[in-house]
């Protein structure tokens, strides 16, 4: 028996947002082992210039990416859904080592298979340097 990640293809508005929720808050945690059981064993990722693929692949992305990016907080929005795909639009807000924050926007295509794990993800991003004073997104 396969593991499943309801809710399943197809999507409706309903069980798209439920599954945009579900990434926010996993995600938010910051715990990529947590994170990477939301996707296929052989999932395919783009993130920026960074090509991955495979769970082992993105808990070693997500462990390295939480190390260097302090207070992260991330917000998602549905943007569109049909059948076994899903767009978001998100921002998140982090600092680095030396104090100065960021907020990243960006888009993500994903791509799921019948039991409901992403087995694609395709992510741009691009980062704005902002005051502590300019963040939106709160703990």
Known sequence: MSEQR??????????????????????????????????TEDSEWRNRDVFLNGRAEIVDFLRAKWEREHGYRLRKELWAYDGDRIAVRFAYEWHDDEGQWYRSYGNENWEFDEDGLMRRRYASINDLPISEDERRIAV
């Open 6 to 39: 309801p809710p399943l293809p197809p999507f409706t508005a309903e069980s798209a947002l439920r599954k945009v929720q579900a990434a926010e808050d996993a995600w938010n945690s910051r715990d990529p082992e947590r994170v990477a059981l939301a996707y």
